[in-house]
């Protein structure tokens, strides 16, 4: 075969691979293909081939939420389109520990009052309410939707199984050093939630009691000043930024509220009820993490 019919061949094999790929994509052959990738990178890590080992200390943890996958750059929404965002609370640890010190008494007499609280109907139901946990040293806040049966018993947010999850979540970030030289606890970032009283049966928060309760959150926040905020599932997403957007096309992005940047990721009772959901939250910490570092 002469050099000009050999290029022509060529041509002609490139357009007809390009027109497969498009009809397969098209079809959600996507899918397929990414699919079959992922089946290929199992087997290979599998068979140990092409992997590099993870740290020892991280290993159990990362495995839970699976390999940590790259995450697209973020896409920062200000305020409005014409203001920029005002500068982040303080990231070095001694300004952060002033911050702790001066937000405790604050906490405190919130916690009384949210105690105190009978702003809503469910004071009525309630085992006991539940304000909030940790500190601002770290200047990282998880906000979830309500407390449920456990927290309710004991007072205190995130402590029945998906409180557990959660525990663990921050601890492979700490154990991956997503944050090198901030140690991550549960004494060291807040959790909270946007309603302080369990709602009967765990039913979604009303509009109405979200509004009664939301100002404890608030004033917590403003006594916290953290750098991040992390909303745990919708009801903290739709609340924080008044959007009733989906929550996959809140993920991945970074807005700005309380002075604080913002992010969104599914809440723990979800991973427990669907375990191919921790892969996406590990790239949701690992989002946390770049942005908590950046201006
Ligand atoms: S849910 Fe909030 S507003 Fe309602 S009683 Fe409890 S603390 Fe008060």
Redesign the pocket.
């Known amino acids: 075969m002469d050099g000009e019919n050999l290029r022509r061949e060529l041509a002609d094999i490139t357009k007809s691979l390009r027109r497969t790929l498009e009809r397969e994509l098209h079809a959600g052959g996507g899918d397929l293909i990414a699919t079959a990738a992922k089946q290929k990178r199992k087997m290979a890590a599998k068979s140990g081939a092409g992997t590099a080992p993870a740290p020892a200390a991280a290993a159990e943890e990362i495995d839970l939420f699976g390999e940590p996958a790259p995450t697209k750059p973020a896409k920062v929404t200000p305020v409005t389109a014409f203001e920029a965002p005002a500068p982040l609370p303080a990231l070095d640890p001694g300004a952060r520990a002033a911050i702790a010190r001066a937000a405790e008494p604050v906490l405190a007499k919130i916690a009384e009052e ?1 105690r105190a ?7 009525e139901t ?1 085992g006991q ?1 539940v304000p909030g946990v940790g500190s601002a040293l770290a200047g990282i806040v998880f906000v979830g939707e ?1 407390p449920g049966a456990e927290e309710d018993r004991l007072g205190e947010p995130f402590v029945g199984r998906g409180g557990q999850l959660l525990d663990r979540i921050i601890k492979a970030m700490d154990d991956a050093r997503l944050i090198p030289g901030l140690r991550l606890d549960r004494s060291t970032v807040f959790i909270g939630n946007v ?3 369990r709602p009967p049966e765990n039913r979604v ?1 009303l509009a109405f ?1 979200v509004e ?2 939301s100002p ?1 959150l608030r004033r917590q926040l403003e006594a916290l000043q953290p750098r991040i905020i992390c909303c745990l599932g919708k009801t903290a997403a739709e609340h924080l930024l008044g959007s009733k957007a989906s929550l996959a096309s809140m993920r991945g992005r970074v807005y700005r509220v309380y002075g604080a940047k913002l992010i969104v990721t599914y809440h723990p009772a979800a991973v427990l009820r669907n375990p191919e959901l921790k892969r996406p939250v590990w790239e949701d910490m690992q989002l946390l993490a770049r942005e908590y570092q950046t201006e």
């Open positions: 949210v609280c009978r702003s809503c109907a469910l004071w309630r309410a309500a309603l302080h009283c928060p009691e009664q309760s404890h």
